[in-house]
């Protein structure tokens, strides 16, 4: 079994920037990426950003392209998503989905698809 175990969330002004972060621990080296994931009230799981280990590559949504960068080399250390200029339509609870395949598309938010953390919370008011 992998835990997956989010942190960093926080408070931020408009404008500001936050940095998560997504352990693991467990049999990790089953990873082969990970994903960020939302969701706000009253609204459904929203993709953010993912990685897969083995050739470093990466996708974003376009509601954060040039604002979120996700970073991580390998099952190992951690996944960040650095977060900037952030809006307040960006409060949410974000999760990290650690995932041991491909059959699911990464801007796919499957619940039931890899491990899941329980979330931090991302709220950006003035």
């Known amino acids: 079994q992998v835990r997956v175990v989010e942190s960093g969330g926080g408070s931020v002004q408009p404008g500001g920037s936050l940095r998560l972060s997504c352990a693991t621990d467990?049999?990790?080296?089953?990873?082969?990426?990970m994903g960020w994931y939302r969701q706000a009230p009253g609204k459904e799981c929203e993709f953010l950003a993912a990685?897969?280990?083995?050739?470093?590559?990466?996708n974003y949504a376009d509601s954060v392209k040039g604002r979120f960068t996700i970073s991580g080399d390998n099952y190992m250390n951690p996944v960040l998503l650095h977060m900037n200029t952030l809006k307040s339509e960006d409060t949410a609870v974000y999760y990290c989905?650690?995932?041991?395949?491909?059959?699911?598309?990464?801007?796919?938010?499957?619940?039931?698809?890899?491990?899941w953390g329980q979330g931090t919370q991302v709220t950006v008011s003035s």
């Open positions: 989905n650690a995932r041991f395949g491909t059959v699911v598309p990464w801007r796919d938010c499957n619940w039931a698809y890899g491990n």
């Open positions: 467990g049999f990790t080296s089953r990873i082969i990426g």
């Open positions: 990685i897969t280990f083995g050739d470093g590559s990466t």
